[in-house]
């Protein structure tokens, strides 16, 4: 997510079925530029445009839901996103008019655990990659011994004992009799 801390969220105009694009800052109500998007945007807000494409909830696929970081206080989730504040990321990036908002809420209290919050994300994220992979490499050696043990196990073919075909040599008393008609 880009640090300019923007709500970006491309649509498809009503009326002219142009795309547009709302930008608006975390926390802000009224400060809201609603246009047409241009390539530019696009190229400003890729993640956003994706999922414009894709049609996925622009907002709630770019960051980190705040059910995440307030587990225990669902209420608080809803007011905050009341108060156009979508994401951890959004909250911990917020402004100062913003954080006067939310002031009745805790305001900078907030702010703070959302960037403690997002310090320790990348260890809690690594720790659940590592447990995948673990899970995914356990998965792996286990297909492998199994394609060992069935290429240890000898076939039916392997097993019966191999017979050479053998070049017939004809016997004595057949070569004397071939020599004696000649």
Known sequence: MSRDNNIVIFYEHRKSKAIHVRIQP??????VTDRPATYA?????PKQWEAFEKSKDQVKNIGTPLAKLFTQEPSLVKQLTAENIPTVEHLANLGDPGIETIAPL????????????LEQKP???LQAENEVLRAEIAAL????????ETQQQPTQQETEPRRRKRERVPLEHE???NEQTD
Request: hydrophobic share 30%; no cysteine; charged share 25%.
């Open 123 to 125: 260890v809690a994220d």
């Open 141 to 148: 050696q286990q297909q492998l011994e199994q394609q060992l």
């Open 175 to 177: 070569i004397t009799e």
């Open 41 to 45: 945007d696009r190229s400003r807000y």
């Open 26 to 31: 975390a926390g802000e109500k009224l400060q």
């Open 106 to 117: 805790g305001g900078i209290e907030l702010v703070q655990r959302a960037n403690q919050f």
